[in-house]
């Protein structure tokens, strides 16, 4: 019991810091911090265009890193080698020199909140930034595929220091034809806009993000549509969230050849970073789920109207959190319980009595090593190791209150059908 214990504090635990990496596909054999100028990988205007088959097959061919990959998605992350980021100040003839970050957004993020507060250190205000922000692909992929658009970043800074960044990313359209073993892939990008508001010192920033969606098709077979996604809130200046809300329509998957299909509509989450009285920090907020189905064969899942609400409580030293769930309409396949049901459900979890300093000073932990992370220090891989320690270091201090694990309440109905 007293590990089944563990493992469920080192879930809570870890989920209430908020440190969540958005690390996009990067190049996974990277893993020291990638800030040199770069120059940009630019065809040669003399190299003949390729006939589509051929440009399938020596993307392939010509990285040795590539194997005998033929996942269409895998292939091209694979090629990803790093995010470059030119400035321009003020409508200048001269852009700044070009730089080259790794692919994740939060170190991105973090490079350019550096660079916009250095040219207001050094330039009057107001004043206005034009920002190119372009994935950097291998030489092998850049010279056989066309260019991927880029992302452009307006800023505008008033006198007081006070900055709105508006993002655009175009509609976008790829695809790849059948070669030998690689199959037939096609993405369909229907667009990105957001921006960023910001203070002078960069000590509150509210993002907002509008995602047009993604088709993506592999050999006729395969097949995932994500639909529109919106999502705004609020970042404290070493990005942590203190306020979200996300909503998505629709995602479906499917894979005809394996009868397989999934389906998620109308989920949204918003969450809330609340500091106790005794200086714990707890996310609190909900999740919401309409509609989720799976199909494998002849085999078919259900739940409708999916809720969750978690947070945390104090009583002096210690804190608690807590998971309250419900969901209405879920089924089962047949095979799981010898006939057809629908399930109602309703659940409250606990997990009492941890440590309030001990608590703290993992998530003290959490945001150092984050940080580190996101200046280029650590790689992600030793973040996660890092914490992982640090947990096992506090988790006899955390577990000195004699915690306990309390399911409060369980409903559970069946109805046949």
Do not use: C
């Amino acid at each position: 019991m007293k590990t089944a214990l563990q493992f469920i504090a080192a879930s809570m635990l870890l989920s209430s810091v908020g440190l969540i990496p958005l690390s996009a596909a990067a190049d996974p054999d990277e893993k020291k911090p990638m800030d040199q100028q770069v120059k940009p990988v630019v065809p040669e205007k003399s190299t003949p265009h390729p006939t589509p088959a051929e440009k399938s097959k020596s993307a392939q061919s010509s990285d040795p890193t590539e194997g005998n990959d033929t996942d269409a998605v895998d292939r091209f992350s694979k090629h990803i080698k790093g995010i470059t980021l030119q400035h321009r100040l003020n409508a200048a003839d001269t852009p700044q020199p070009l730089k080259q970050v790794k692919a994740d957004p939060l170190i991105l993020l973090q490079t350019f909140k550096q660079d916009v507060l250095a040219m207001m250190q050094a330039t009057a205000k107001p004043l206005k930034i034009s920002s190119e922000i372009k994935l950097l692909l291998s030489e092998a992929f850049a010279k056989q595929q066309q260019e991927l658009p880029s992302v452009t970043v307006q800023t505008e800074i008033d006198a007081t220091g006070k900055g709105l960044s508006k993002m655009g990313f175009p509609a976008y359209r790829h695809e790849e034809p059948a070669a030998g073993e690689v199959k037939k892939f096609s993405a369909d990008f229907k667009g990105l806009d957001g921006q960023l508001e910001f203070t002078e010192d960069f000590a509150n920033l509210n993002y907002q993000i509008d995602f047009s969606g993604l088709t993506l098709e592999e050999d006729d077979n395969y097949k995932m549509v994500w639909d529109k996604t919106t999502s705004e809130g609020k970042l404290d200046a070493d990005f942590v969230p203190l306020k979200t809300a996300s909503n998505l329509s629709k995602m479906e998957l499917t894979n005809s050849q394996e009868n397989f299909k999934m389906l998620i509509e109308n989920a949204s989450s918003e969450t809330v970073l609340e500091k106790l009285k005794n200086a714990v920090e707890v996310h609190t907020g909900n999740f919401k789920l309409g509609k989720f189905e799976l199909h494998q064969g002849d085999t078919q899942s259900k739940f409708d109207r999916l809720e969750a609400n978690f947070g945390g409580t104090e009583q002096a030293d210690k804190v608690d959190f807590f998971l309250n769930t419900k969901f209405n309409g879920a089924v089962l396949p047949k095979d799981v319980l010898g006939e057809s049901l629908t399930l109602h459900h309703s659940s409250q979890l606990a997990l009492r009595n941890l440590a309030a300093g001990a608590v703290i000073e993992l998530q003290q932990a959490a945001r150092e090593v984050e940080s580190q992370r996101v200046k280029g220090a650590l790689s992600e891989e030793a973040m996660y190791l890092k914490l992982f320690s640090k947990f096992m270091e506090v988790l006899p201090k955390i577990t000195a209150k004699s915690p306990e694990f309390a399911l409060s309440d369980f409903n559970l109905n069946f109805k046949r059908f």
